[in-house]
DNA sequence: CATGAATGAGAGTTCATTCAT
DNA sequence: AATGAATGAACTCTCATTCAT
C-alpha cells in the first residue's frame, strides 16, 4: 500500500528482512511471500530487485561476510604481537556475533551444508578471513610465542564456539533453568566468552609449555 | 505388489534411509515421495509408521543421540583419570562422526535454528551428552588435574570443532586445491584430528600453567 | 470434492479435456489451474499423471497424430490405383478433421512454430504420415496416373487447406454474414470439401494434361 | 539517460521490434519487458503508444495486413488475363511470405485460434485480401479461363500453402536430413514454389480440362 | 516524452498429508 | 500391513499494467 519511490531504500529494506529471516529460519523455510509482507514490498519487487530467492540469499551471505572481514581486519594491527593480535580477533569476532546475533548461524548452515553448492564469490570470501586468521598464526609461530598447530582445527575451535555460544543462547537458558546444577554458562556475556576463549585458547598455544 | 514384511523391518528401512536423506540433504529438501521411493516402501506407509514428517525428524534425531551417548559411555571408566577419559571422549566422539559423516550436520543445524523448536525429548538427549562431558571435566578439577573453566564452552570447543572439521571436509579439500599455501587439514584424518585436539584441550587445560 | 479413485478414468478426462484446451487456446493460454477445474480433478494431479504441462502437451499432440495415421492408413488399399487412394487420403483426412475439430489447429500451431522445440517423437510422427502420402504420390507417377511434382507442396495443399477450412469455419460463417457477396464456403459440408478437394487435386495431377 | 526522439520514432520503434518478436515467438511468449529491452524504450513507454499488448499486437496484424494487401494488388492489372494475374498473386504473396519469413506464422496462428476475439479491424482487412482474389477467379470464369470452382478452398490451398512453406522451412530440411529419401523441399527457394504453385494452380482451374 | 519503481494476479510446480481399498 | 489416488496449500517466479516523477 505505501509506495516508496526509493531504490536504495527499498533494495536495503529488502536486504535487511532478508538477513533475519534467512538467519533465524534457514533458506528453504523462508518464503519469499513472507519476505515481501515482512519487508513491506511486494513480491514482485523482490525480484525485480534479485533476479532469484538464491541470488538474494547470496548477496545476504556476501555481505555478512564482508562485514566480519572488514570488524576483524580494521583494527589489526601488526605492530602488535601474535598473541595480542589474536586475542582481538576473537574479541572481535565476539563482538560481531553479539551485535548480530542472526548471522553466525547463517554460517553454521552454509558449512554443514557441506558448502557443495557454495558458489565461488563466497568460497572466497570464506577462505579471505580463514587467510587473515592463519597468518596471525603463522607470525606467533614465526616470533616464537605460538607451537605449531594446525590452524584449520583452531579456526574451528575459535569461530566454531564463538557461533555455537550464539546461536544457542535461547537453549543453554532453557536448560539450566530446567537444571540449575548444569552450568550451561546461560549468563556468560560477550565478556566472559571473549576472557574465556581468548585465554585458553593463548594459554594453549604457549610454546614455552 | 505388496511386499509383506513385518513392521519392524518396514520401519527400520525407513528410518535407515531417512537417516541417510535428513543428513545429506537437510530437512526441507528432503521429500517424502523421494524417502518412500528409495526407501521401497509407499509414502502412505511412512504416514502409517509416522505421524508427520517432523516426527519422523525427531525420531531420527534421537537415534543419533543415543547412539553417540551410547558409544562415548560405554568404554568411559571412573577408574581412569580424567585427562585419560576427556582424551577418551574427544577420540570417541571423532570415531563416531567419522563413521557417520552425515549425522554432525543434522546436530549442526538443529542447534543453529536456535532451537526453539526443539522437542522435549530431544533437548534432554542433547543435555545428557553435555551432562556426561561436564561431569569429567568436575572430576578432573576436583582432583587437580584440571583448572577451572566453562564446561559448556569447552564443550562446544570439542564437539563444535569436530563437527565442522567432518562437514568441511569437501570445502576443505577444495580450497587447498585452489590455494596450495592455505593448509586446510585437508589430509587430516581422524587420528590427526584426535591427537591435535586431544592434546590441545588437555594442555589448555593442565592446571600447573 | 468428488473422489474418482480410478487411475484410467482420471488420465483419460484429464486427456480428454487437455487435447479441448490447448486447440481451442493454444498451449500458453491453457492454464493448469483452469485444466484441473475443468477436468474434475485437482491440478496436483494432473501433475501426478504427467510431469509437466510441456509432456502432457505431446501426450496429446502424438495421440492426435496416430489417431489420424491410422485413420489414413486403415482403409489404404494398394489393390486400388492411385488416384482412387489419393482421393481416399482425402476424404478420410477431412473425415478425420470434422470429427475433431480441435485438433487440426493443434497441428497448424506446432506446425507454425517452426517446430524448433518439437521433440523427436513428435517430428517423426508427422514424418511417417507425410511418408504415406509421399507413396501415394509416387505410386501414381509410376503408373503413369500422375505427372511430377513436389510431394511436399502437395502434402500442404491438402492438409493445410483442410486444416484451415476446419479451424475457420465460424470465421468463415460470419464473414459471409456481414457481405453475401462474399462467398467463404460458408455452407460447405465435409462432402463438399472432399469432392471440391479431391477432383481438384488429382486433376491438377493429371498426366495426360 | 532520457534519449528525446520524436513519439513517430519511438512508436515505429516499438512496432519493428513488436512485429519481429510476436511473429517468431508468438504473441503470449512475447513479454513486454523484452519489448521494451529490444525496441530500446521503456516498459511505460510502450504502454504509453499503445493502450495494451493486445492493441499493438492488432496494430501488428494490421500492418502486415496492409503490406500483403498493397504488395499484392500495386501490380495488380486488369488488363492482364486472369491467369496470368492469379499467377501474379502468388508470386508476390510467396515473395512476401520469403522477404518477411516471421509473418505467415502469425496469421495462421491467428487464424487458428478460431478467430472468435479476431477484433473488426483485423477481420475487415482479412476480408478484403480475399475479396481481391475471389475476384481474380471470377473474372477468370467469366473470361472462360477457369471453370468453376469455390473461392475460399482456392485461397487457403494458396495462401495456406505458401504460409506452411515458409513457416516450416528448418522443420523441413532437418527432417531432409534424417532421411534422404525423403523429399521435404528442403532446397526450394521462391522460384521453385512459386513456378510449382502457379503451375499446378492455374492447370487445375484450366476451363477445357 | 520518458522512465524506474511498484504491484496484483496468476503461472507452473512441489509437497506433506489423507483416504478408499 | 500396504498402497495408489487424491488434494489444498504453499512455493518460486513472471507478467501486463500503473503511477510518481
Redesign the interface.
Known amino acids: 500500500m505505501k509506495r516508496k519511490r526509493n531504490a536504495k531504500e527499498s533494495k536495503e529494506a529488502i536486504i535487511r528482512k532478508a538477513v533475519e529471516l534467512f538467519s533465524?529460519k534457514?533458506y528453504?523455510?523462508t518464503s519469499m511471500d513472507e519476505l515481501a509482507t515482512e519487508s513491506g514490498l511486494s513480491k514482485a519487487m523482490i525480484f525485480y530487485y534479485f533476479k532469484s530467492k538464491r541470488e538474494l540469499y547470496e548477496e545476504v551471505l556476501c555481505r555478512v561476510l564482508d562485514e566480519i572481514y572488514e570488524a576483524v581486519t580494521k583494527k589489526s594491527d601488526t605492530r602488535l604481537d601474535a598473541r595480542e593480535e589474536l586475542n582481538d580477533f576473537i574479541s572481535i569476532y565476539i563482538d560481531f556475533a553479539y551485535a548480530h546475533p542472526y548471522l553466525?548461524?547463517l554460517l553454521?548452515?552454509e558449512?554443514?551444508?557441506?558448502?557443495?553448492i557454495?558458489p565461488e564469490i563466497l568460497?572466497s570470501k570464506?577462505?579471505r578471513l580463514?587467510?587473515h586468521f592463519?597468518e596471525i598464526l603463522s607470525r606467533g609461530e614465526a616470533d616464537g610465542f605460538f607451537r605449531e598447530?594446525?590452524?584449520?582445527?583452531l579456526y574451528?575451535?575459535v569461530t566454531?564456539?564463538i557461533?555455537?555460544?550464539v546461536?544457542?543462547s535461547?537453549?543453554?537458558k532453557?536448560?539450566y533453568e530446567?537444571?540449575e546444577t548444569?552450568?550451561?554458562?546461560s549468563e556468560?556475556n560477550r565478556e566472559?566468552?571473549a576472557r574465556?576463549?581468548g585465554e585458553?585458547?593463548v594459554?594453549?598455544l604457549?610454546s614455552d609449555?
Open positions: 533465524t534457514g528453504d523455510s553466525p548461524s553454521l548452515k558449512l554443514s551444508d557441506n558448502g557443495s557454495l568460497f570464506m577462505r580463514f587467510s592463519s598447530s594446525k590452524a584449520m582445527v574451528f575451535m566454531g564456539t557461533n555455537l555460544m546461536t544457542t535461547e537453549l543453554r532453557r536448560a530446567r537444571d548444569l552450568d550451561t554458562c556468560c566472559t566468552l574465556e576463549l585458553k585458547i594459554s594453549m604457549r609449555s
